[in-house]
């Protein structure tokens, strides 16, 4: 069998899937918009939201393809074994090569982004960012991929060396370890890209600090970030496990919102949290660790696999590309279908949270008001939705928190 020949089969189906959900996406923009939500942008608006849509759409296509010619390329001409032979002939200096590589190969796709933040967003009155932020966002963003990448290419080379084919559990829950981690410490790497300061004392805080008391709830912190720093949009989330759970606001969301509908978004936030949300995410995620251990056990068993790839010997920084951006990229649809499914009945019930604490107009013009903020597409297609939304819709949303609402007042 020609490992490469299937690589790059797999690359253009994979390609080719994402490009139709982009061109189903674009022409989402002809669908009409229902009525418990055509009151969010008006007329003037939602021409200008359409534009904005087809620009970003069409964007998205062309740099899509970009990325996709550049992988092509890469693995076609066996350029990553080429970069590497001129490391030292070590293990971890040759993994870290192909993953240095790697890195720098998304530094081809920065004018891509360049021109999707400083002149499409610019554009639509969007973008905040400045030239240094900008750059600086990049560099950090690089430093930071390639490090956990090399890391866990290096933690693959030393499983797979120590276990053998004993490696999928050990490598599943060491993946595993390293994603919670992550997000137990997300409230401190987020302070590279951003700043962090506590909500002020007065009414609002208040009022928030009252809403956890009720349900004796305990969180690190409620902060404000300085999301203006790049962005007009809004937005607010929970993050964060045990001590480090922290709420966070956008300063944008705080600045354009009344107190009440600030509850209510808070309310919806501490809903994921009461309803312990982010670790059941941690169950799917240990499933698709597990089948990343599957991949990578079934492709360094088979050594013969990098030959055609330009190596003389197996590289761990190269098994991990493909384990990652080919084969998982095969079958990552179906995971996202079960992930997104879970994600908004999450999303279902925390909205129902911020109903059963009074708030359910305060968050239907609230998230009406994020949808206004955000841009956001109204009436998308439905097979869109299924596949790629880890929310409902804002006319789903509307219609179920209207329903809970109804049948809380039938109770009262």
Known sequence: ???????MIILTVVFLYNLLLKVIRWRSAKNPVPVNVADVYDRETYRKWRNYHAEKSQWSILSGAAAFIVDILLIGFNVYALFSAGFPNTPFLRLFAVMLLSALSGVIMLPFEYHDTMVIEEKYGFNRSTEKTFWLDQVKSFLIGLVLMTGMAALLMVIHRALGDWMILVFAAAMTLIALGISFLYPIFSKIFNKFTPLEDGELKEKLTGLLEKHGYKVRAIQIMDASRRSTKSNAYFTGFGKMKTIVLYDTLVQSMTTEEICAVFAHEMGHGLHKDTLKNQTLSFVQMLVLGVLAWLTLRSPEIFAFF???????????????????ALISPLFGLLANAVSRRAEYRADAQA??????????????????????????????????????????????????????????
Request: aromatic letters at 10%; charged letters at 25%.
């Open 355 to 412: 109903v059963d604490e009074g708030y359910a107009d305060e968050l239907v013009s609230g998230l009406k008001k994020l949808a206004k903020e955000n841009f956001a597409e109204l009436a998308p297609s439905p097979l869109l939705v299924k596949l790629e939304y880890s929310h409902p819709t804002l006319s789903q949303r509307i219609t179920a928190i209207e329903k809970r609402k109804a049948e809380k007042t039938n109770k009262e």
């Open 310 to 328: 330009g190596f003389d010997q197996t590289n761990y920084g190269f098994a991990l590309l493909l384990i990652m951006s080919v084969e998982f």
């Open 1 to 7: 069998m020609n490992y490469k020949a299937l690589a």
